[in-house]
């Protein structure tokens, strides 16, 4: 049984940052991906990054140099700093597990089997 926690969210202006951190429980994950999604007001969820097996990360193309997801020594916890927020980044983010990842599906929403809750993130002007 996987669950995961995210926590960090909240409201900031515009060029500001904010960390999010994504507790996992149940297995220390060292295989498969962990991924951030975000789901914009109104908008379908999308990919934000990804560790994919607990080594190479993959960004969105449009969040690439703003975006940075990191994990810890201890493969329980992975973060999402987020730096140079736009009013446009306002989004439930949700960190995900994928056990069985493959490249090839590392940025698709329906191939994540674990999900968190989410967590706010507001970024006004």
């Known amino acids: 049984q996987v669950s995961l926690a995210e926590s960090g969210g909240g409201a900031v202006q515009a060029g500001g940052s904010l960390r999010l951190s994504c507790a996992t429980s149940?297995?220390?994950?060292?295989?498969?991906?962990m991924g951030w999604f975000r789901q914009p007001p109104g908008k379908e969820r999308e990919f934000v990054a990804a560790?994919?097996?607990?080594?190479?990360?993959y960004y969105a193309d449009a969040l690439k140099g703003r975006f940075t997801m990191s994990r810890d020594s201890g493969k329980t916890t992975v973060f999402l700093q987020m730096d140079d927020l736009h009013v446009e980044d306002t989004a439930v983010y949700h960190c995900?597990?994928?056990?069985?990842?493959?490249?090839?599906?590392?940025?698709?929403?329906?191939?994540?089997?674990?999900w968190g809750q989410g967590t706010q993130v507001t970024v006004s002007s």
């Open positions: 995900a597990f994928d056990p069985g990842a493959i490249l090839s599906t590392l940025r698709q929403p329906n191939a994540y089997e674990h």
């Open positions: 149940g297995t220390a994950i060292r295989t498969g991906a």
């Open positions: 560790i994919f097996r607990g080594s190479r990360t």
